[in-house]
T-cell receptor, first 112, second 114 residues
Framework: GQQLNQSPQSMFIQEGEDVSMNCTSS?????WLWYKQEPGEGPVLLIA?????ELTSNGRLTAQFGITRKDSFLNISASIPSDVGIYFC????????????FGKGTKLTVNP | GAGVSQSPSNKVTEKGKDVELRCDPI?????LYWYRQSLGQGLEFLIY????????KSGLPSDRFSAERTGGSVSTLTIQRTQQEDSAVYLC????????????FGQGTRLTVV
């Protein structure tokens, strides 16, 4: 119940295409976070979601907190080469523990 | 400082030696996390500090790993008798207040055990 299933594991797309990735859990939680990690760097927070059904945008990025509270998706529109990186979903562990649990990541490659 | 600072950025050590990795969190952040990331892999939780509460050590892989946080600020992750499988990037993150789960990461320490 504590694991996050993130898919796809990797994506190879052409510049200008839209991208969609998602994360699911067998348990419900109150927070979903999406991070991006570029080579040699630590992950950087992109979007935070706190309410079921919440839809939040950050530029070309849009993320939604699933209504069942067990899933979330991240969309990137009109991809550009600098979107390359690994995208991680994360959530709190629940049960009073606030440690963050991360998915295994989606590696995105954008071909110019 | 402006962000989470980790040192050293790179560390090469011989198998069997002890290493210390340092994390300076963002000033005022009460929560501090350590994660390990092996090449091409996700983030493996190691330990979590929150204020004066007892740390959550449930992710430490063995008793060779330990961490402390002095004065609620700087943290040190110590790995004793390093093994080759300890080679990874060790990431530290901090979070502003209890219940705020938006963690801010440092650039990590790349540890290579030879």
């Amino acid at each position: 119940g504590q694991q996050l299933n993130q898919s796809p594991q990797s994506m190879f797309i052409q510049e200008g295409e839209d991208v969609s990735m998602n994360c699911t859990s067998s348990s419900i939680f109150n927070t979903w976070l999406w991070y991006k990690q570029e080579p040699g760097e630590g992950p950087v927070l992109l979007i935070a979601l706190y309410k079921a059904g919440e839809l939040t945008s950050n530029g070309r990025l849009t993320a939604q907190f699933g209504i069942t509270r067990k899933d979330s998706f991240l969309n990137i529109s009109a991809s550009i080469p600098s979107d390359v990186g690994i995208y991680f979903c994360a959530r709190t562990n629940g049960g009073g523990s606030e440690k963050l649990v991360f998915g295994k990541g989606t590696k995105l490659t954008v071909n110019p | 400082g402006a962000g989470v600072s980790q040192s050293p950025s790179n560390k090469v050590t011989e198998k069997g030696k002890d290493v210390e990795l340092r994390c300076d969190p963002i000033s005022g952040h009460t929560a501090l996390y350590w994660y390990r990331q092996s090449l091409g892999q996700g983030l493996e939780f190691l330990i979590y500090f929150q204020g004066n509460s007892a740390p959550d050590k449930s992710g430490l892989p063995s008793d060779r790993f330990s961490a402390e946080r002095t004065g609620g600020s700087v943290s040190t992750l110590t790995i004793q008798r390093t093994q080759q499988e300890d080679s990874a990037v060790y990431l530290c993150a901090s979070s502003p207040v209890r219940g705020a789960t938006e963690a801010f990461f440092g650039q990590g320490t790349r540890l290579t055990v030879v």
